[in-house]
């Protein structure tokens, strides 16, 4: 086995040299390396494999040739993970497609490949070592274009652009991920809203990228929670919430890696706390207006990288308190000044 992944590790290091050409001479201007990681939720993040890279440089990048590097990186996950490289310098465009076993493993050959494109010698210095280069393998390059995709290419300097950082400054990029849209459906518990704890079914929709989520949730209460006035004692009112919400969270890294993150929240309601009376002369109902905003925090369990299930908690203020009251016979029920929310669900990332 020792010799099969020493055999692999060759592979993928004479592939990337290979691929990539050799640097100018390091008395030319310093050029600028770019970064797009692409990869689904719960693979390692943008700045994971730029600490990665400067890892194995033992330092920042620093490019001896004056013409950029841009690297765009792609990941999929079907039986097995691929990532899908683009490399441009200068006027030219190079592709490969690595697979592997696990996202760790594609993050950590990405940055072995680029820091090899930026300075071999540094590599060979400081050394791959905790690579898991045996479980990486090679697919068959498709022709290469001749001339780089706008996509790769860095900003143009100009006038009123922002000037490039140092020749040590770490390797840039937008650390983001291409925006996922998700679908949803959840089951909510909340204590203060109505008389009585309260729980609700819903559905969301939103967008996931990087390590941040934006969803809108619509929810509709599944019980009745009932209030009683004290005189006469069989006399009160009924009540049921219905409401949507806006609701950001950002991920914090886990110890689970990729298949746990967690992380705060904030949420802005707008909805309906509906009553209708009981137990007098002539019954009526009515509904006040619900809005209120709110945070706390979630932790998710990532089944799969289509399949999330998540748990979030939350303290909900009310912007304004319903009261209900019966005419002739006094108040029934306020919304307390806090409540308390519960939600597990499940995504399904696209």
């Known amino acids: 086995m020792s010799v099969w992944r020493a ?38 993040s943008w700045d994971e494999v730029r600490a990665e890279i400067e890892r194995l440089l033992g330092g920042p990048p620093q490019l001896a040739s004056s013409e950029p590097l841009a690297v765009r990186a792609s990941v999929t996950h079907d039986e097995v993970w691929h990532v899908s490289l683009e490399t ?54 498709p022709s290469a274009s001749s001339a780089a995709p706008a996509a790769l ?60 989520e934006l969803a809108l949730t619509g929810s509709y209460g599944l019980g009745r929670p009932t209030a009683h006035v004290r005189s006469p004692a069989n006399a009160g009112g009924t009540f049921r919430h219905l409401w949507g919400s806006l609701v950001g969270c950002g991920s914090l890294a886990l110890a689970g890696g990729e298949s746990w993150s967690a992380g705060p929240c904030l949420l802005f309601d707008l909805g309906s706390v509906q ?28 089944v799969s990288p289509r399949l999330t299930i998540p748990l979030r908690l939350e303290a909900v203020f009310p912007l304004t308190r319903s009261q209900f009251v019966l005419e002739n016979v006094g108040e029934v029920f306020q919304t307390a000044p806090v409540s308390g929310r519960a939600t597990l669900g499940g995504e399904l990332h696209f």
């Open 7 to 44: 055999a692999c590790a060759a592979g993928v290091v004479l592939g990337a040299l290979l691929l990539f050409r050799s640097s100018p001479a390091a008395s030319q201007a310093s050029g600028t390396a770019w970064l797009e990681w692409n990869a689904p939720k719960g693979c390692p």
């Open 153 to 212: 290419r860095p900003p143009e300097a100009g006038p009123g652009a922002a000037a490039r950082p140092p020749p040590s400054a770490p390797l840039l990029g937008d650390g983001s991920a291409v925006p996922r849209p998700f679908l949803g459906a959840f089951l909510s518990a909340d204590v203060g809203v109505l008389p009585g704890a309260d729980v609700a079914g819903g559905l969301n929709v939103g967008l996931a990228w990087n390590r941040l």
């Open 275 to 302: 009553g209708e009376s009981f137990g007098v002369t002539r019954n009526s109902a009515g509904s006040a207006l619900w809005v209120a905003a709110g945070a706390g925090a979630f932790i998710a369990w990532h």
């Open 88 to 141: 441009g310098t200068g006027a030219k465009t190079r592709r490969r497609t690595l697979q592997a076993d696990s996202c760790r493993g594609l993050a950590d050959a990405t940055a072995l490949i680029i820091a090899l494109m930026i300075d071999p010698e540094a590599v060979a210095s400081h050394g791959p070592a905790t690579s898991p280069v045996g479980a990486i393998s090679v697919a068959p390059a």
